[in-house]
């Protein structure tokens, strides 16, 4: 609460982290345990339900051309991805 209020499609990591993400088809690809600065952009970390290695972590870069649709409220990430990319 004590954080500025961030611009429109602007998040603060702490509170990505838990979204469920949901690809456009709405296969459920697991909550969002982590982001990874790459310098140029952020990545999302998800981890597919039934899995707990870090090794099986699908990585969504965190850009318009992926991201659909953050949801705070709905707690929902909607993405333009697939668990075979």
């Known amino acids: 609460a004590s954080f500025p209020t961030p611009d429109e499609d602007e998040f603060y990591w702490v ?20 982001l990874i600065e790459t310098g140029p952009h952020c990545v999302l970390r998800i981890q597919p339900a039934g899995t707990s290695a870090e090794a ?6 965190f850009v318009a051309a992926y991201v659909d649709k953050v949801d705070l ?7 333009d991805w697939d668990l075979d990319d």
């Open 73 to 79: 409220a709905g707690k929902r990430v909607t993405v």
């Open 56 to 61: 099986d972590q699908v990585l969504i870069p």
């Open 15 to 34: 509170d990505l982290i838990g979204l469920q993400v949901h690809n456009r088809a709405g296969l459920d690809l697991g909550p969002v345990v982590g």
